[in-house]
């Protein structure tokens, strides 16, 4: 079993930046693909970004793309979102996630992740 803590949200300017932290609490973090979704208030839970086991191959949402980054680092494992440039319709929980078998056709969907974090929250303000 899988332990996943996300950190780092909290309440920001809308334009302002933040980094989440999700931090696993087994080894084995690095042989899977890791993604981040998020969910706003009566909202469905969606997709915001995803990357392979070795960073080498990253994925984002439309809406978030050239404004949010996804990077891991392996020797501390954890996988991390800079989001920059953040609107108000960020606003949401976010959740880090573990995809135990990676296909690039799974990456955007949630049910594919087996393991999931407590959710932090970001809050967008004007």
């Known amino acids: 079993q899988v332990q996943l803590v996300e950190s780092g949200g909290g309440l920001v300017q809308a334009g302002g930046s933040l980094r989440l932290s999700c931090a696993a609490s087994?080894?084995?973090?690095?042989?899977?693909?890791m993604g981040w979704f998020r969910q706003a208030p009566g909202k469905e839970r969606e997709f915001v970004a995803a990357i392979t086991w070795s960073g080498g191959n990253t994925y984002y949402a439309d809406s978030v793309k050239g404004r949010f980054t996804i990077s891991r680092d392996n020797a501390k494992n954890t996988v991390y979102l800079q989001m920059n440039s953040l609107k108000l319709e960020d606003t949401a929980v976010y959740y880090c996630?573990?995809?135990?078998?990676?296909?690039?056709?799974?990456?955007?969907?949630?049910?594919?992740?087996?393991?999931w974090g407590q959710g932090t929250q970001v809050t967008v303000s004007s």
């Open positions: 087994e080894r084995t973090f690095i042989s899977f693909a």
């Open positions: 996630a573990a995809l135990l078998r990676y296909s690039s056709d799974y990456v955007r969907d949630s049910q594919k992740y087996k393991y």
